[in-house]
């Protein structure tokens, strides 16, 4: 994904120095991209219009990508403002918060790793092997068994036990990988561990990286078992974005909407966090199945018959919301030598239908925003819409050299079905640690792709639901493109 999005980048900055189109029309020349500036009366209006909806069909790239809208457009009332924001690290006070809010004041304890019970059972595992008694089907042959045998006698002298309760230490100290670490490998700084609270077992993993750091990001991550992953700590959670449900319909949940944001609301106000929810969506929770489920690399996926919510939150600035966003990189350079710019804050928290906080996530925060302008200076919407029309073939023109390494053309239908102004950080590519929340029109809708297969062409379901994908974002101010996965 990042190699298509280097190819779209540079397509756009190549666009975007030239300008702004201007005249309108309901089909974009295949592939063009603009040739004429804007002028200064139309690139700034000082009373923009906002009509009710967005409505337009557009074909490009050759006839392959249609686009259709039918959208409703939603602008909050009162001003848009303009805020500098910068990246920061968690505080003491931030992780002792969380620990308080979510473990519910019990004690946080040392991660125990692989046991002493646990070496044992393997130490008893590869004598069996090499006694005959039990097939080899580790990685290698069976000649890697005298190692290996030696290395877990070497360990179970340290190993912790199974019941011990060690309490953790909940100030940032740095990492320490384990011996066999990949060389050259950037470390943070970290709190981590496990409690038990309310009869379930509750992980904790709050990892920190410096602002200037080029590689990781800020991470605090608390989720409780069944409802993450072994060895990761990831929520398992179908939504309907994920559409694996199959043929049958999700659990519903019990819990009304109105007790699950009862619920999440309630953590982020204990945890002092400055943000409102922005959107929810229904999930059903799962299960990764054991090694011997998995095929071809992808672990079995068992429903726990468990439903919830997803609840996402955004920051405010004069209560304005800056959007949750979906996709997004990780942070870090792109392939091209550029730097990326940091993933921006991103707060979300699982609620189940038992009232349970399954998973809470907040990554990257910001420092309180800086307010530049109360009342930016926005587009008229008839610019906006001109630029949407053309833009989104340029945007998506990446996909021509993802077609000719496949050796076929895809086709691809959009639909609009929301236009949403909202407030979006906007970063330069050279500075990871600060921002702007900017105003910016945010195109939600649907998508699905025509391709080859088995000597037919197939069609890919739509995408998932309306309120996590963005076709296109475009500054309020200039009309300028933002590209949602890296911030600039």
């Known amino acids: 994904m990042k190699q298509f999005k280097k190819v779209m980048s540079i397509v756009l900055a190549a666009t975007l120095s030239l300008g702004l189109l201007s005249g309108c029309a309901a089909k974009a020349a295949d592939g063009e991209k603009p040739t004429e500036a804007a002028t200064e009366e139309t690139k700034v209006s000082a009373a923009p219009q906002f009509p009710k909806t967005f409505t337009g069909e557009w074909?490009?790239?050759?006839?392959?990508?249609?686009?259709?809208?039918?959208?409703?457009?939603?602008?909050?009332?009162?001003?848009?403002?303009?805020?500098?924001?910068?990246?920061?690290?968690?505080?003491?006070?931030?992780?002792?918060?969380?620990?308080?809010?979510?473990?519910?004041?019990?004690?946080?304890?040392?991660?125990?790793?692989?046991?002493?019970?646990?070496?044992?059972?393997?130490?008893?595992?590869?004598?069996?092997?090499?006694?005959?008694?039990?097939?080899?089907?580790?990685?290698?042959?069976?000649?890697?068994?005298?190692?290996?045998?030696?290395?877990?006698?070497?360990?179970?002298?340290?190993?912790?036990?199974?019941?011990?309760?060690?309490?953790?230490?909940?100030?940032?100290?740095?990492?320490?990988?384990?011996?066999?670490?990949?060389?050259?490998?950037?470390?943070?700084?970290?709190?981590?561990?496990?409690?038990?609270?309310e009869g379930k077992k509750v992980y904790v993993d709050i990892t920190q990286y410096a602002p200037e750091a080029d590689f990781g990001r800020q991470a605090a991550e608390v989720g409780m078992e069944p409802y993450i992953a072994p060895h990761t700590g990831n929520v398992c959670a179908w939504t309907q974005w994920d559409n694996l449900w199959g043929n049958r319909d999700p659990i519903q949940p019990k819990l009304s909407e109105a007790d699950a944001q009862k619920i999440g609301d309630e953590v982020i106000a204990g945890i002092g966090i400055p943000a409102v929810l922005d959107h929810m969506e229904p999930v059903e929770y799962f299960q990764y199945g054991t090694e011997e489920e998995v095929v071809d690399g992808i672990a079995a996926e068992h429903p726990l018959g468990v439903s919830g919510y997803k609840l996402c939150y955004a920051r405010q600035v004069n209560g304005r919301k800056a959007?949750?966003?979906?996709?997004?990189?990780?942070?870090?350079?792109?392939?091209?030598?550029?730097?990326?710019?940091?993933?921006?804050?991103?707060?979300?928290?699982?609620?189940?239908?038992?009232?349970?906080?399954?998973?809470?996530?907040?990554?990257?925060?910001?420092?309180d925003p800086e307010i530049q302008e109360t009342d930016a200076k926005l587009m008229d919407f008839a610019d906006i819409q001109e630029i949407f029309g053309k833009m989104i073939f340029v945007f998506n023109d990446y996909w021509r050299e993802i077609d000719a390494k496949n050796g076929y053309r895809t086709k691809h239908e959009l639909n609009v079905d929301r236009v949403v102004l909202t407030l979006a950080c906007v970063g330069d590519k050279d500075n990871a640690t600060e921002g702007k929340l900017v105003p910016v029109w945010d195109f939600y809708g649907t998508e699905r792709t025509q391709y080859p297969k088995e000597g037919k062409l197939v069609w890919t379901d739509p995408n998932a639901r309306s309120d996590a994908l963005i076709h296109l974002t475009i500054n309020a101010m200039d009309g300028t493109i933002l590209d949602r996965g890296l911030s600039y």
């Open 59 to 197: 074909t490009g790239l050759d006839g392959y990508w249609n686009v259709k809208a039918d959208a409703e457009v939603i602008v909050p009332e009162g001003p848009m403002p303009v805020a500098k924001v910068a990246r920061r690290e968690f505080t003491q006070e931030d992780v002792d918060n969380i620990i308080q809010v979510l473990l519910k004041g019990n004690t946080l304890y040392e991660n125990l790793g692989v046991t002493r019970q646990q070496w044992e059972a393997r130490i008893e595992e590869l004598e069996a092997i090499q006694r005959g008694d039990i097939p080899y089907q580790g990685d290698g042959t069976i000649d890697r068994v005298p190692g290996l045998l030696e290395d877990a006698k070497k360990y179970v002298k340290t190993a912790k036990d199974e019941n011990d309760r060690i309490p953790a230490n909940t100030k940032f100290h740095p990492y320490e990988p384990s011996p066999d670490a990949l060389p050259g490998y950037t470390y943070a700084d970290v709190v981590d561990g496990w409690a038990e609270v």
């Open 323 to 367: 959007g949750w966003v979906n996709n997004q990189y990780d942070g870090g350079a792109t392939e091209d030598g550029s730097k990326a710019f940091w993933i921006t804050e991103r707060l979300e928290i699982y609620v189940t239908d038992k009232g349970e906080v399954a998973y809470f996530r907040w990554c990257n925060p910001y420092s």
